[in-house]
């Protein structure tokens, strides 16, 4: 009866080892990156924010001539008020999490093509690399400002905030295009790659069973 119950504490105490190296590692990987440290505490502080600022704030005063116009910070006003007569505290509540929501989806569509683009680049090389290399470097001379007010003047009507994002990944996509890339023709050339390529692994599981793993931390990053 001894006997199991020691094989049966012996993989929790391993399952538990594990969990607390993790967290460990985790914890050391947060000390050495204090700038990812500081952009999830600022990232978790707009979240907030923008979730509880509706229970406090009436969306009301975000229109126009709804406070007095051109008023300093203030008790009553803490973020002041601009010339058309908005608290800009109740600006900010209303508009901050459609700025989420736009960053959010951009950040995944460049991140998503950026990628795809990156490995093929990367991995495949010769005329392909070329022409993705080509574009990044021509789109990336475009100024992002220019584009958004460009298409803000084509359109008639209020631009959808998921049309908004997609502008904005269409213009943001190339440097971690370029990061992916780099880090690929490194990876290529290490020797697990390589006997994978022996072994008769097709491409598609070459990329994302052997290479893809390595990218994690570069895909956070981005």
């Keep these: ?3 199991i119950l020691v094989g049966q ?3 929790a105490a391993d399952t538990a080892q594990t969990s607390v190296r993790r967290q460990m590692g985790f914890a050391r990987y947060l000390k050495r990156n204090p700038k990812l440290v500081a952009g999830l505490i600022m990232f978790s502080a707009l979240l907030v924010f923008s979730l509880l600022g509706p229970l406090f704030i009436d969306r009301e005063l975000a229109r126009p001539m709804s406070a007095i116009p051109s008023q300093p910070p203030s008790s009553t006003y803490p973020f002041g008020t601009d010339d058309q007569g908005r608290n800009l505290l109740a600006v900010a509540v209303v508009g901050l999490p459609l700025t989420l929501q ?8 460049a991140i998503v093509l950026g990628t795809v683009l990156g490995l093929t680049a990367g991995y495949v ?4 690399d070329l022409l993705i290399r080509g574009i990044c470097d021509i789109l990336l001379t475009v100024p992002g400002l220019v584009v958004l007010i460009t298409v803000a003047a084509s359109i008639q009507g209020a631009i959808s905030v998921q049309l ?6 269409s213009l ?5 295009a370029r990061t992916i890339r780099s880090q690929v023709l490194t990876l290529r050339e290490r020797a697990y790659v390589q006997m994978a390529k022996l072994s008769g ?18 895909l956070a990053a981005s």
């Design 102 to 109: 736009v960053g959010l989806i951009a950040g995944l569509v």
């Design 125 to 128: 090389g010769g005329i392909t």
């Design 9 to 11: 504490a012996a993989p």
């Design 164 to 169: 908004m994002a997609l502008v904005v990944a």
């Design 1 to 3: 009866m001894g006997t």
């Design 201 to 218: 692994m097709k491409t598609p599981e070459i990329i994302f069973r052997e290479i893809m793993p390595n990218l994690l931390p570069f």
């Design 172 to 176: 943001a996509w190339m440097w971690p």
